[in-house]
């Protein structure tokens, strides 16, 4: 297995700094659940909504963040800026399926969602790639508004927080829903971002494709 990577940094980035929490692939699963999602040949189907975020919350270690706002894009340019949208591009990225979701006690928000690229060793090349462009801010990852007080995670200082999955890349960034600065050693947004990325996306959603149970392909009429 790779070994994981941790990284926290300030960024100049737009319209403010932010703290970044980098988080590479994890370890722990069998060579057999890396092969059921190691590429788009053994694991074709696309990702939808409805298997990412099936629900209008989301279980956390707080309470339920309230999913405002959902999208499935084959634009992997909506999600990301400048080199990781190349990145994202070299690594065969097709879709991007994401969410953007509230605290429990609305103070934070955060967008959360799910790149599908070709293969894990391209997601881990672009993860790699990704790291890198962000260290000398020369790109980021893009929250997506849903209206009102959410808008701010377009534009605020945000903690990310990313993992490689098979041929999947599942990240969060979780900023101050009154568009303050986040901490670099903010406890909750860590709780966050672990509930989003680690535990949801990866162990909810990718897990089931690791273990068999993607949605079967529906052949073309």
Known sequence: MPLV??????????????????????????????RQIADRQVDPTPLTVAEVFDSETVPGTEGAFKVLKTQS???????????????????????????????PDDTLVM??????????????????????????????FAGMVAGDK?????R????????VRGHYLAYGLVAHADGSAIEEDHERADVVLNDL???????????????GGAPAVTPSP
């Open 5 to 34: 990577f941790v990284l926290v940094l300030l960024l100049a980035l737009g319209a403010g700094g932010g703290w970044y929490f980098l988080q590479g692939p994890g370890s722990g699963r069998s060579s057999e659940q890396d």
């Open 73 to 103: 894009s084959d634009n992997c340019a909506t999600a990301a800026s400048g080199a990781v949208t190349e990145e994202l591009a070299k690594a065969g990225c097709t879709q991007v399926v994401r969410a953007t979701l509230m605290s």
């Open 111 to 140: 967008t959360a969602g799910i790149f599908n690229l070709e293969t894990r060793e391209k997601a881990l090349t672009a993860a790699a790639a990704i790291k890198k462009a962000v260290e000398e801010g020369k790109g980021r």
């Open 150 to 154: 959410s808008n701010i995670v377009s």
């Open 156 to 163: 605020a200082a945000a903690n990310l927080s990313w993992e």
């Open 197 to 211: 990325v680690k535990s949801h996306l990866g162990n909810d959603v990718l897990q089931k494709r690791e273990t």
